[in-house]
């Protein structure tokens, strides 16, 4: 059974720091590409990072680059994400999903090229 659980979340205040984590198990993580989408009430889920299999390469959201770092740790079966320079706009829920090969071909920005994802953690930013 595939299971991705993330952690990290929380509140914190305009221009701050959080480091969010998502634990993979019941699966060969490194044959997975990974990558984090963000959901805000009454908003489609955006696609915010992505990072292949080997973690060499990454892709950003317009609106988290410079900002936002994705990296993995294949050893540890975990994908992480360091969202600084936080600012309301960004309070959401976020996911972690671990992707089909090649992304079925639809790119790493696209939540159908996904085939597990996490149950979410909230995060919330106050001005």
């Known amino acids: 059974q595939v299971q991705l659980v993330e952690s990290g979340g929380g509140l914190v205040q305009a221009g701050g720091s959080l480091r969010l984590s998502c634990a993979a198990s019941?699966?060969?993580?490194?044959?997975?590409?990974m990558g984090w989408f963000r959901q805000a009430p009454g908003k489609e889920r955006e696609f915010v990072a992505a990072?292949?299999?080997?973690?060499?390469?990454?892709y950003y959201g317009d609106s988290v680059k410079g900002r936002f770092t994705i990296s993995r740790d294949n050893a540890k079966n975990t994908v992480y994400l360091q969202m600084n320079s936080l600012n309301p706009e960004d309070t959401a829920v976020y996911y972690c999903a671990a992707a089909f090969s090649a992304y079925r071909g639809l790119g790493p920005q696209t939540p159908g090229g996904y085939a597990y994802w996490g149950q979410g953690t909230q995060v919330t930013v106050s001005s």
């Open positions: 019941g699966l060969t993580f490194s044959a997975y590409g």
């Open positions: 990072t292949p299999r080997n973690g060499k390469s990454t």
